[in-house]
């Protein structure tokens, strides 16, 4: 029940829920009651955070320091983070499920989503760097009758990976619960760890504060240097909107575990 609460809560503080909300109880005010100065202001500061955010300067500036906070593994074992001589000692590449829809008349790949498929490639690629490694997939069923971890192994297999190096961990609800799950399974020995880029930080400290050694590879980066200018750049899209969605639900998830003591 909680689980559910608080994707309800945090879904009204997303930007374009909120603005939409703020903005209809300003309609609200202008078409039943006679508070008409109210209703302007509440209208019109919902249209601002929608442009605000629907810009990529705002939502960037907000996703770009949860994205880099840990480097790429291939930057860590060129600065000697990870060396050589330690790649006998990884023994897991756990990889976060990150959604699903599993739908039988789609193809295998379409069921899995966006962040569970890019994460899971990267997963196999670095399972296949280390020898003695087995791929551990995480993920439950949450609004799904399917676990997110099952579709990935079948779509692991598809790829070419054996299944007796696969270990599925498929209760975990969220990442609190995938830290509690797949601590019995690895202990304190280190691991590879592959989740979004915006996702690692929140990641990171839940399974640190369960006593593990994890080893980061954040992939999925949304924000990029290196981007000119464009015509698209002067007006407001809807991938900003999602990049700032994403933002504010680490800040809330991390904000939220901070208080439960999780971090």
């Known amino acids: 029940m909680m689980f559910i609460l608080k994707k309800i809560i945090s879904g009204f503080l997303y930007p374009l ?4 909300l703020i903005s209809f109880i300003g309609l609200y005010l202008l078409w039943f009651t006679t508070k008409q100065k109210a209703g302007k202001v509440l209208v019109s ?6 442009i605000l955010f629907g810009y990529g300067i ?9 994205e880099r906070k840990y480097d790429s593994l ?3 074992s060129s600065s000697a983070g990870l060396k050589t001589e330690d790649e006998s000692a990884i023994k897991f590449v756990v990889v976060l499920g990150g959604g699903h829809t599993s739908d039988p ?5 379409s069921q899995i989503g966006r962040s569970s498929l890019v994460r899971l490639v990267e997963g196999i690629r670095i399972y296949r760097k280390y020898p003695e490694a087995k791929l551990l997939l995480s993920g439950g069923s949450v609004f799904d009758p399917i676990p997110v ?4 192994t079948r779509v692991a297999r598809e790829i070419g990976v054996s299944e007796d190096d696969i270990i599925l961990e498929s209760k975990s609800k969220d990442t609190k619960d995938h830290a509690r799950f797949i601590k019995p399974i690895i202990g304190s020995e280190p691991f590879i760890l592959v989740t979004t880029a915006s996702h690692m930080p929140r990641s990171m400290a839940m399974f640190k504060k369960n006593g593990m050694n994890p080893i980061a590879s954040p ?18 899209k809807a991938g900003n909107l999602s990049n700032a969605e994403i933002a504010i639900h680490e800040y809330l998830g991390l904000t939220w575990a901070k208080m439960r003591g999780q971090k």
């Open 17 to 20: 829920p909120l603005s939409l």
């Open 45 to 50: 500061f919902g249209l601002f955070i929608l």
């Open 58 to 66: 705002i939502a960037n500036k907000l996703l770009r320091p949860l």
């Open 74 to 76: 291939e930057t860590k």
């Open 105 to 109: 008349e789609l193809p295998l790949i």
């Open 149 to 152: 971890a099952e579709v990935m």
């Open 219 to 236: 992939i999925g980066h949304r924000v990029k240097e290196g981007q000119g200018l464009s015509p698209h750049s002067f007006f407001p």
